[in-house]
């Protein structure tokens, strides 16, 4: 932390002194009591409206009761919290509220709101800057977006220089960009670190902490909470065991003191059910693509959840041409980004949807459908895609009656990919076998995630980063090591700048190799690859490097427009693609 503050000050003092025109040009931006009045002024409109239209249901009712007490508990003692709201209980802006009043009781200087997949966080920092941003100054900065999946074109001079220390009352960052820098070691990223203490942190989605890196990571969130007078928010629908647990078989020195900022979670659980989950009475008897297909061919809008880019792939196709949409990590951000926004005005106009996803869509991708099919996965998943499902509670009958949306698990015909998602699965398998009548009722979760990180043992500090950080005498500690180590994407994946939309772009690149705006705009037209399946395109030159570290797909054919980036051998072409 005191490197930090040296290395921050140390590039401002030189900026100042060679650059002054470009030290004027940093970020001045609304203070936090100017942000609580604009989410004051937003969230009474938006009451206002809800009570004009008539339509108070229960489920806004709950989600009311969710901000009262948001509000209410926003003045407690500083520390540790958790907020464990069902998934549509308006748990984004709720924590927000709470932040905001926490901050400004408690003299904290920003609020980091910190999230696990940059396909998710565009759309939250543009829910802040409806409530945030003032009328009469548009264009005014009101946060700052960090993270790599970022459109330059959202980017000004100021901004991009408050990233660089996230000196702004209000940073929308990733779960990379905040871990990855609590542990930094070069002077570049360990400038915003001091900027961290004495602020209120919201991890959203806090089931998604990586537990390979689980041990490092809490260890970090208890000193910085007891060192560093910073406020931390776990906030999630499915709230993970990371107290500090002690039993004969288990020892697990997790988070201290938290507090959960929810009175009851059970009841408002109860409240906000809007589902009922179908669980297979016979949990390893697999379902075929086929009868699923035909299944979903049976419903006017349904969404299917599956563990792996090929099942997505080969459902997608044995559905009527025409009649789905599919969505996973093998299409460009950008191309996410449109299917997201075509499928959202889809169902807003009532028309039929047939959605097959990878678990991607799961995690704060805001999409209502009155039936959705996952593959048995952890139970986590299993409840964010119930969180997909009857958002609103107002799916009715044919007579009128209101009635609970349809999640239906089924065993998929391949097993989730070896490793963590193959280990929650066999987790996920257990508790629903215990649990089939209601299995993702919040006392559920204790008890799963118990077991999936009592199944991880050594390895949730699987490179022994808290070893490295051990002091050593003399003041030494393996601080470089443990960066290094440090790493949530590892490299056994590598980018490939695929061809949508983007010929421009890529005629550019061509000519402008050191042209850094360029890059980051390119950045929202790749795909991530295994190192091996990226080895073998370049190999078959589908690929070509352009740039150093820049690899280009050569053909727009293997560029799919439903599908995205077509890795496999029997993927090359369509019959229709071949058609003049």
Not at 166 to 172: G, S
Not at 509 to 537: A, G, I, W
Request: net charge negative; with cysteine; hydrophobic share 40%.
């Amino acid at each position: 932390m005191i490197f930090s503050c040296l290395v921050d000050a140390d590039f401002l003092d030189t900026e100042a002194f060679l650059d002054p025109e470009r030290a004027s040009g940093r970020l001045s931006v609304p203070g936090l009591d100017v942000l609580k009045e604009r989410f004051d002024r937003f969230m009474g409109a938006k009451e206002a409206e809800v009570l004009a239209t008539g339509s108070l249901s229960e489920v806004n009712r709950a989600r009311s009761e969710v901000l009262r007490q948001c509000r209410g508990k926003a003045s407690g003692t500083p520390g540790l919290f958790s907020l464990t709201v069902p998934t549509g209980g308006g748990k984004t802006l709720s924590s927000m509220a709470f932040a905001l009043e926490h901050a400004l009781a408690h003299g904290k200087q920003r609020i980091i709101y910190v999230i696990p997949y940059t396909s998710i966080i565009e759309q939250t920092a543009d829910v802040f800057r409806e409530v945030f941003t003032d009328p009469e100054a548009p264009g005014q900065s009101v946060l700052i977006e960090h993270h790599s999946n970022l459109d330059p074109e959202r980017e000004t001079q100021a901004s991009r220089l408050a990233a660089e220390n996230w000196d702004a009352p209000l940073v929308v960052t990733t779960s990379v960009q905040f871990f990855e820098s609590l542990f930094a070691a070069r002077t570049s990223r360990c400038r915003k670190l001091h900027n961290i203490a004495n602020s209120v942190v919201v991890l959203d989605e806090a089931q998604l902490l990586p537990p390979h890196f689980l041990q490092p990571i809490l260890h970090a969130i208890n000193e910085l909470a007891t060192t560093y007078g910073t406020s931390i928010v776990l906030c999630t629908a499915t709230q993970p065991a990371l107290e500090e647990q002690k039993t004969i078989d288990f020892s697990f020195p997790g988070l201290r003191g938290v507090r959960e900022i929810i009175d009851h979670p059970e009841a408002l659980h109860e409240t906000l059910k809007r589902v009922r989950v179908s669980v297979p009475t016979d949990l390893f008897g697999p379902s075929t693509l086929e009868s699923l297909a035909e299944e979903m061919q049976d419903h006017f809008s349904v969404l299917c959840i599956v563990n792996r880019r090929d099942d997505a792939r080969d459902l997608f196709r044995l559905l009527p041409a025409g009649s789905a949409i599919h969505l996973s990590a093998l299409m460009c951000g950008e191309h996410r980004s449109r299917t997201i926004r075509r499928i959202k005005q889809l169902l807003r106009a009532g028309e039929p949807v047939r959605l097959v996803s990878t678990q991607l869509v799961e995690a704060g991708v805001d999409l209502d459908f009155p039936v959705v099919y996952r593959a048995l996965a952890g139970l986590d998943s299993i409840a964010q895609a119930a969180g997909r499902c009857n958002r609103e509670g107002r799916r009715r009958d044919g007579n009128g009656k209101l009635i609970p949306g349809e999640v239906v698990v089924f065993v998929p015909p391949r097993n989730a990919p070896a490793g963590l998602l193959r280990q929650a699965e066999e987790s996920g398998r257990r508790s629903l076998a215990d649990h089939a009548s209601d299995p993702i009722a919040p006392e559920r979760f204790r008890d799963y995630f118990l077991d999936l990180y009592w199944k991880q043992g050594a390895n949730l500090d699987r490179h022994h980063i808290l070893d490295d950080l051990k002091h050593r005498g003399d003041l030494q500690f393996r601080f470089r090591t443990a960066a290094e180590k440090f790493r949530l994407i590892d490299d056994v994946q590598a980018p490939v700048v695929v061809r949508y939309d983007n010929d421009d772009l890529l005629r550019d690149l061509r000519y402008q190799p050191d042209n850094r705006y360029l890059r980051r705009r390119l950045q929202r037209f790749t795909v991530s690859v295994p190192r091996y399946v990226h080895k073998r395109l370049l190999g078959e030159g589908r690929i070509e490097e352009w740039q150093p570290g820049i690899f280009v797909q050569i053909s727009g054919l293997d560029y799919h427009p439903e599908l995205g980036l077509l890795v496999e051998a029997e993927q090359l072409y369509e019959p229709a693609d071949l058609m003049s």
